[in-house]
């Protein structure tokens, strides 16, 4: 004779999946989360590199200064606006926190929301602290910095979630010159606690765009 389940058995067994599900089911869902978000940072990034390369080689003298990103305008002839932010406060949150929970950068209410959800805002600050990109190089220097949120005001505006910073030389490269000088533990570190707010791009794109933490 077959032995049939009795009811406590399906119980225990419905117990345990729902279990399991309340431990799995949340974390698959924080990995997808930072997936995504780390990948419309990475086209986003790379976006602004290509188009920041192609600026630089559309002047005689190969410098930034020499384009109409001298002006730190956010301009249509280079991204898909959907908006102005100084016209509507649908692009950033009203704070951000860090990955540690203490506050994060504020960012006023400027710049421009593109149609594929991502705020933008591009500031012209040559040279910051009169430090060059590169030690090995004192000829290229600092030119601006670009913030990204990902995914507009939306939460989590968390910096190194869906919010973050990177610098641009005049050159047209994207980056920071302390990679070159920091473990990837240290920079994660500063990334963490809001001690370069460029850390966190930087650790990702050291990371292989892949965000473990």
């Known amino acids: ?6 009811l406590s058995e399906v119980l225990l ?48 003298t190969k410098n930034l200064k020499d384009t109409d990103w001298a002006s730190g305008a956010i301009s249509s002839n ?19 926190k860090s990955l540690n929970s203490t506050n994060g950068p504020s960012i006023t209410q400027s710049g421009a929301r593109l149609k594929n959800g991502v705020a933008i805002k591009y500031i012209n600050e040559p040279n910051p602290s009169n430090a060059p990109f ?21 939460k989590p505006n968390i910096l190194g979630r869906d919010l973050f910073v990177f610098r641009i030389t005049d050159k047209g490269r994207l980056g920071d010159n302390y ?30 765009w892949n965000m473990d933490y």
Do not use: H
């Open 78 to 96: 280079d991204f898909d606006i959907m908006y102005n932010c100084s016209s509507s406060k649908k692009c950033w949150a009203d704070s951000y």
């Open 179 to 208: 990679a070159n000088e920091k473990t990837k533990e240290q920079i994660l570190s500063d990334c963490k606690s809001v001690t370069n707010p460029g850390a966190c791009t930087t650790y990702l794109e050291l990371n292989n």
């Open 13 to 60: 067994a419905l117990a345990i999946t729902g279990i399991l599900a309340t431990l799995v089911v949340p974390r698959t869902m924080d990995n997808i989360n930072k997936k995504m978000l780390t990948s419309q940072l990475k086209n986003s990034y790379q976006s602004i590199q290509n188009l920041a390369q192609e600026k630089v080689a559309g002047v005689p």
């Open 134 to 154: 590169s030690a090995t190089n004192d000829k290229e220097l600092y030119f601006g910095t670009f913030y990204i949120d990902v995914n507009g005001p939306d």
């Open 1 to 6: 004779m077959r032995k049939a389940f009795t």
